[in-house]
């Protein structure tokens, strides 16, 4: 059984920051690739940015490159993605996932957010 708890989320304004962060809760096993998507009203859930908890490698929409930060701690339980210089556009509920695949089974695994079975309850970001 895997749980998946975000937390952080809030209301800020256009050029502010914000840190998400999700608590993981389960086997190792089930968490070889982990990432944050985001859903905003009435769009796709799109892909933020993802971590390969065994190598760190990272991978960033390219919306969020230069903007924001995924990292994790070095228990792997934490998962955080700072955000900075938000934009309206970055509006949405932001959810934490993670994947019993490694992030190498895809070129892009942030284009493959069916591929992930945990989710957890997700995070609201607004920016005006």
């Known amino acids: 059984h895997v749980q998946l708890v975000e937390s952080g989320g809030g209301s800020v304004q256009a050029g502010g920051s914000l840190k998400l962060s999700c608590l993981y809760d389960?086997?190792?096993?089930?968490?070889?690739?982990m990432a944050w998507f985001r859903q905003a009203a009435g769009k796709e859930r799109e892909g933020v940015a993802g971590i390969s908890p065994g190598t760190g490698i990272t991978y960033y929409a390219e919306s969020a490159k230069d903007r924001f930060t995924i990292s994790q701690d070095d228990a792997w339980q934490m998962l955080y993605l700072q955000m900075n210089d938000l934009k309206p556009g970055d509006t949405a509920m932001y959810y934490c996932?993670?994947?019993?695949?490694?992030?190498?089974?895809?070129?892009?695994?942030?284009?493959?957010?069916?591929?992930?079975?945990?989710w957890g309850q997700g995070t609201q970001v607004t920016v005006s």
């Open positions: 996932a993670a994947t019993g695949l490694t992030c190498f089974t895809w070129d892009d695994p942030l284009s493959h957010p069916g591929d992930f079975n945990s």
């Open positions: 389960g086997y190792t096993i089930h968490r070889k690739c």
